[in-house]
């Protein structure tokens, strides 16, 4: 079993920077790939971008994120997602998740409020 725990969402201005955490514990050597998610009120949870160590490794962004988010890695066990050039639509609870095996494994999630 893999724990998630999230951490660094907050309020900020549009236009601000905020960098999440995700650490991973447990079973981490067996991850091989994690992803943030995101979802607003009312709305269904979306993909927002994954890093993945499966060969080369690669990164993955959704085209509402791309250019203004990155995610990074150290060593596998804690991700982060650095969100620049907020905006208020980016607005929502943000997961992180990660695949150990056959295994999807979600942390609790973290707010991000973009507002003035």
């Known amino acids: 079993q893999v724990q998630l725990v999230e951490s660094g969402g907050g ?7 905020l960098r999440l955490s995700c650490a991973a514990s447990g079973s981490a050597f067996s991850i091989s790939a994690m992803g943030w998610y995101r979802q607003a009120p009312g709305k269904q949870r ?5 890093i993945s160590w499966i ?9 509402s994120v791309k250019g ?3 995610i990074s890695d150290n060593a596998r066990n804690t ?3 650095q969100m620049n050039s907020l905006k208020p639509e980016d607005t929502a609870v943000y997961y992180c998740n990660a695949a150990a095996g056959p295994n999807v494994n979600w ?5 991000v409020t973009v507002s003035s």
């Open 107 to 111: 942390g609790q999630g973290t707010q």
């Open 79 to 81: 991700v982060y997602l």
């Open 68 to 70: 203004r988010f990155t």
């Open 11 to 17: 309020l900020v201005q549009p236009g601000g920077s």
């Open 55 to 63: 060969g080369q490794g690669s990164t993955y962004y959704a085209d």
């Open 46 to 50: 979306e993909f927002v971008a994954a």
